[in-house]
Each structure stands twice: as C-alpha cells, then as structure tokens.
C-alpha cells in the first residue's frame, strides 16, 4: 500500500482515500502542466504570429495579464511605470495631475489633483477620457493613457470627456506642467482652521503638523477648531495615513491590516498626545476619497474624535506593496486588506458620513457622477457582513437643508457648500468662550 494513503475506519469494507501528500503532489502537478501550457503558446506565438514578435513584450504581457485577474490595483510595474511611482510618493512629477483607472476598456478619473492643469481645468471625479488630441482611446491600457498623457512641460494635449448629465462629449485643452504636489494646504477662516490635505506622499505628516502649528499660532486663544478636507484624495502612503491620524488622537488603534491568514495582523497605534489638544474636528469626505484618506476618517470616526461630513468615499480596503525586481521594474500586489479601530472593512462600502451633505454648488447631489471601488471590475469583495438591511423611511419630500440652488449661494458668497457647512458646525461645537468681568478680568461667579 503506497505510503500516503490512509485508511479510513470503521467501514464495512477499507476504502482507499489520497492522503495530504498526494493531494498537494497533485495540485502542483497541474500547476506545472499549466506553465508548460503557458510556454508552449509563448514559442507558438513567437514562431507563428503574423508580425514579428518582441519577447519582452510578450513576457510582460502575460505578467500583466497574471496580475490583472487579481484585482484593479496589483499590476507590474516596468522601469517607466516604477519611475513615475517613486516619482509621485516623491511629491513631483510630470503631467496633467490626474488620478485614473480603466472600467471596460474606458479610461476613468478617480481624481485630479489641487492646482494641477486637470484640476484647473474643470475635469472632474467619475469622467470618462475617450480622446487624446482626437485619437480614440478606448480599449488601450492604463500605462499607454498615461503615457500619451504625460510630456515635455509647455506642450498642450487636447482631452475628450464623457460626462453623466452632459448631452455631449466635452473637450479641455491642458498645458503640461511639472505637477508639483503640495499635500498639505491651509487657511483660517474666522476662528476654525481648515486643513487640505490632497495626497499621501512623503511629507503628508511633516507638512499636516507644521499647518496645525500656523494655524494655532495665527488664531490663539480665538481657535474654535479644524476642518480637514480630506475630498477628492486618492490615497497614498499607509505610513502617513498613520502619521496624520497620530496628530489628532490621544492614544488607541489607527488603523490594521490583516493578511491571508489570521495571523497575519498587524495593528498601528497612535502616539501619546493630541497636538491640537482636544480640539474639537470635522472631517470632510466625498466619492473622491480614498485608501489612506479612508484610513484616517475611519480611525477618527470610529474614536468618536470627529463628525465625518460629507458623501460616502470610494470605498478602498486594500493594501499594496511595492517588492523591487531586478531591472529597476517592480511587483505592486495586493498583500492584505485594512480595518478600522472598530473592526469595519470599507473595502467597497467605504465610510459612511455622520451627516450627509450633498455639494450644491457644483450640479444637484442626484446627477454628480459616482465612481467607487465597487465600480471597478475584479475589485475584493467584502467579506464583512452583518447580515442585517437598513430600514428608512421617507416621506419624498426635498430636505430643506439642501434646497438652495448652486445659483443662490453664489449670490451669498459660498462657493464651496460643503466647506461652508463644515466651518458654520464646527463653530457650532466649539465651546463658548469665557466671559470676563469688566472690573477684575476674571470669570463671574455662578
């Protein structure tokens, strides 16, 4: 009787199963049946295909092809593409400043970036580029999109753009520009600090610390709060997702990622010290958000630091490293799935707001295109569920908190609806400050 087989009792009669041994003999057995598989149509393809063929290309080609039955985010980078990533963790590089994925052949915008000549331009989160300088795109890759895209500084493209809503196809020409990210923006307005944070790069944490340092010197004793817009960031860097969650907690849990195996659980923890000193916190997020933003609305929501205002965000959980190959190419592969403080994966539901605010001063809530991760095709599916539906009833009638048109409010001065929600809350929940007697300079008596 063969070594690895194992008998299985008590039965009327022995029967002979295949034990561990020989399952696992077996499944490697048809794995190196299909890589002989994969040879045979790489030499038959280079011995036979109509046009001359490049070996390189074909080898990257299947590797793409490997990864892109993954998920949308684990693909091969070549040298060009591994340049460009270090390029923009770096905080510069060339092009038009706009984050994009592909969705059946299309090329879609995630988001453009602050101050780029995409963002400048009116391009928006959930178009379509269908056309570069009037050659159709459709059905190219991602990294060729990118390329034709990027250039010399100073040269200008022409973009085609389907737009939900639009009746026709709109067109933007955008001068090139060396994009230069600044990750962090701030401004005060009356007693509320408002911190942008635009992306995740090297500097995201430095640059979040020194603005809430500006902006408690500017204020003082006046500062009632901040508002950190966190809309239209497509992520970055897990480490200063980390960073910046750290300068706004006491102390706990920021954020974990969990692997293949239950062992395979790594927790992050704040530091000691709040540096805005309690502070009270608005967070801003819209379909935009993404990835590490979604880390540091969820870990501030989840500890009850911050109302999340806004619409819900994209929905990334997922985690990608970077592993170097030789040849300056390099892996980036889906390696484990994130989870918030309290346990939640926003793996395709992302983070819910506290308070829902539609954006009026661009087009109504209900037109604003919507593009998320559960949009993508192959996107992780999330696992966690409570297994229970949510009931709501609606009477159809129009909040009027939100009844006001873009028109309106301009002629109010609001240019950005959710901003201004936001900063009118936040003085809201600031405490009052104390009130002095006249006499004495000291708080009276109750």
Known sequence: ??????????????????GAAAVNAAAESDTYKQLDALMDVFERVRADYVDKTDDKALIEGAINGMLASLD???????IRDYKTMRQQTDGEYGGLGLTVTTEDGAVKVVAPTDDTPAARAGIKSGDYITNLDGELIYGTSLNDAVDKMRGAPGTSIKLT??????????????KREVIQIKPVKFETRGTVGIIRIATFN??????????VASIEKQLGDKLAGYVIDLRSNPGGLLDQAIEVSDVFLERGEIVSQRGRT???IQPYYANAGDLTGGKPLVVLVDEGSASAAEIVAGALQDHRRAVVLGQRSFGKGSVQTLIPLPGDTALRL?????????????????IE?????????????????????????????????????????????????????ADELKKKGILDYQLDYATRLLARLAPPAPVLTAAAGKTPAR
């Open 72 to 78: 949308p985010h684990s693909s091969y980078l070549d």
């Open 202 to 211: 090297k500097q995201t944490g430095e640059a979040t610390r020194n603005a």
């Open 334 to 350: 889906t390696t484990a799935r994130y989870f918030t403080p309290s346990g939640r994966s926003v793996q395709e539901n992302g």
């Open 1 to 18: 009787m063969p070594a690895n087989w194992k008998i299985l009792l008590p039965v009327a009669a022995l029967v002979l199963v295949p």
């Open 262 to 264: 239950k062992a395979e």
């Open 353 to 405: 707001p506290d308070i829902q605010v539609p954006q009026l001063t661009e087009t109504r809530a209900s037109d604003r295109p919507r593009l998320r991760e559960a949009d993508l095709k192959k996107h992780l599916v999330n696992e966690i569920k409570d297994g229970t539906e949510k009931l709501v009833e609606q009477d159809g009638k129009p909040d009027p908190r939100f009844a006001a048109t």
């Open 161 to 174: 753009v389907v737009r939900e809503g639009e009746a026709k196809p709109l067109e933007f020409t955008l």
